[in-house]
């Protein structure tokens, strides 16, 4: 590729960002970028240094903690605490809000290592991350973070996989870039990602089928029948919604019997960054971007992907709550 564009060099066209915000946007992304570079290089070593296994403690959703889990959470921190430009942060990894710099004019929340469960098996992983614009008029950190997903300014999520790629939007499209570990630079190498309206893979645990609610157990049958589709199913929620993203396809984490992916930084990232390219991210009833979290890691139901295939399952959800559906 000749003369690839960095993404230093593509944030700086981004004219939906006013030049002071860009500004500011440009440096919290390169905090993050250097714990992103950090975490990428103790993942390429994983198997000949100590970061696998437990950490031996349990995080705020009660999901028992990696050690690489905590290893990017504190870089994470760390970078963006150096920056200067946060005022409050939220992590998967942290019970409660944390605060950055007084004078912050940004609040980022974040899951520092998505489907963690899959790193000591050498399978992708990801970082996910989400940053608000500080509310002037409101100093109670619950208003600064608990916000509507629409008011993000930027959603992205790094994916380390069999190269490490950054997927983010600023709300003009969403556009993927390939780290350089030669150079250590991002260059752009999937602008303007359009996702397929129409799907052809289904991502979801079909070991909790017995538990699913007509709507699910219909859609599903009728994705089987189609003959279009395939299942593919990794367990790290950024590794499958990006295939689907590039392939056209439908993840979906549903809440029977129980939800399990977090609305504020894990929901809100990945539905904005699948809208932007096109596609749709919803609860089944409503937008995901729609929602308020009432606390910060609330859980949500998450159908996110090819805008056809979102809709047909709201289409069911619609009919088994009218009693019209023949599941
Ligand atoms: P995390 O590692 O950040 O807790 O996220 C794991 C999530 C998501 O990435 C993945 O799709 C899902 O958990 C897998 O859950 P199941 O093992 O229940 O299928
Ligand atoms: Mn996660
Ligand atoms: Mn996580």
């Known amino acids: 590729m000749q003369n690839p564009i960095s993404f230093h060099e593509h944030i700086l066209e981004e004219k939906t960002l006013s030049p002071e915000v860009r500004t500011d946007i440009e440096r919290i992304l390169d905090d993050l970028l250097i ?53 409050f942060m939220a992590s998967e990894e942290e019970k409660e809000i944390i605060g950055g710099s007084s004078d912050g004019k940004y609040v980022v929340v974040f899951d520092p290592l998505d489907g963690s ?33 629409s008011e ?3 959603a992205g999520y790094v994916i380390y996989g069999s190269s490490t ?3 983010y939007t600023v709300g003009a499209g969403t556009h993927g ?20 309206v129409d799907g052809t893979v289904y991502s979801i645990n079909e070991v909790y089928e017995p538990h699913f609610s007509g709507a699910m157990k219909a859609f599903l049958s009728e994705i089987k029948e189609h003959g279009r589709y395939t299942g593919r199913y990794i367990g790290s929620l950024v590794a499958d919604v990006h295939r689907n993203l590039l392939y056209g396809g ?36 409503q937008k995901i971007l729609d929602m308020i979290p009432a606390e910060l890691h609330q859980r949500t139901q998450l159908v996110i992907g090819s805008k056809n295939d979102v809709a047909r399952y709201e289409e069911l959800v619609k009919q088994e709550e009218l009693g019209t559906i023949n599941a």
């Not at 870039?177 to 397929?196: K, N, V």
């Not at 439908?250 to 809100?268: S, T, V």
């Open 35 to 87: 714990a992103v570079k950090s975490i990428h290089n103790k993942l390429s070593r994983a198997g000949l240094i100590d970061i696998q296994g437990e950490a031996g403690s349990e995080n705020a959703s009660g999901d028992a903690v990696k050690k690489l889990d905590r290893i990017a959470h504190e870089a994470v921190v760390s970078t963006l605490h150096a920056g200067g430009c946060v005022g």
């Open 117 to 149: 469960s899959n790193i000591d098996a050498n399978v992708s992983v990801g970082t996910i991350f989400s940053i608000y614009k500080r509310k002037n008029e409101a100093e109670n950190a619950n208003e600064q973070v608990l916000r509507r997903g």
């Open 152 to 154: 993000q300014i930027v």
């Open 165 to 167: 790629m950054l997927v």
């Open 177 to 196: 870039f390939t780290l350089d570990p030669s150079l250590g630079e991002f260059y752009l190498s999937h602008p303007h990602i359009q996702t397929p």
């Open 250 to 285: 439908i993840y979906i984490y549903p809440d029977k019997p129980k939800a399990k992916l977090r609305l504020l930084y894990e929901g809100f990232p990945m539905g904005w960054i699948v809208e932007q390219a096109g596609g749709a991210a919803s609860n089944g009833t």
